[in-house]
Nanobody
Framework: QVQLVESGGGSVQAGGSLRLSCAMS????????MAWFRQAPGKPREGVAT???????NYADSVRGRFTISRDNAKDTLYLQMNSLKPEDTAVYYC?????????????????????????WGLGTQVAVSS
C-alpha cells in the first residue's frame, strides 16, 4: 500500500526557514513524479513545486527563488526547503505522487493546477508564518 508521510512543519517568523520531508513507501519511487501542494483556509489547493524522476523541477511563481524541491531516491524521500518565508506561505503542505507516464505528458502548469492528476497524497503538515 502506498504511503506518504510529511514532517517538518511548524511555526516561524517571517524571513525564517523550514525544511519539509515526505517519506514514501509501498511503490517504486523512481517511477513517480513528486510534488508539494499547499492549501490555506478557504482557498483551493495549489501546486508549489514538482520534481520528475530525473530531478527536473518546476515552481509556482509565488515561491520561485525561495523554495527548493529535491528528492533522495536512495532514501525514498522528498524534501522542500523553504527560505525567506512570508505570512502568505501559511498553509497545510501536502506531498503528492503520480505516475511518470501520465504526468510527463502534461504541461508544467497543468501539473500544478490539477491536484486530481496526482494519485497519492500525504495527510499534510501545517506551516504557520507570523509577521
Amino acid at each position: 500500500q502506498v504511503q506518504l508521510v510529511e514532517s517538518g512543519g511548524g511555526s516561524v517568523q517571517a524571513g525564517g526557514s523550514l525544511r519539509l520531508s515526505c517519506a514514501m513507501s509501498g511503490y517504486t519511487y523512481r517511477n513517480y513524479f513528486m510534488a508539494w501542494f499547499r492549501q490555506a483556509p478557504g482557498k483551493p489547493r495549489e501546486g508549489v513545486a514538482t520534481i520528475n524522476a530525473d530531478s527536473g523541477t518546476n515552481y509556482a511563481d509565488s515561491v520561485r527563488g525561495r523554495f527548493t524541491i529535491s528528492r533522495d531516491n536512495a532514501k525514498d524521500t522528498l524534501y522542500l526547503q523553504m527560505n525567506s518565508l512570508k505570512p502568505e506561505d501559511t498553509a497545510v503542505y501536502y506531498c503528492a505522487a503520480g505516475p511518470n507516464s501520465r504526468l510527463a505528458a502534461m504541461t508544467t502548469s497543468a501539473r500544478m493546477m490539477f491536484p486530481r492528476a496526482w494519485d497519492y497524497w500525504g495527510l499534510g503538515t501545517q506551516v504557520a508564518v507570523s509577521s
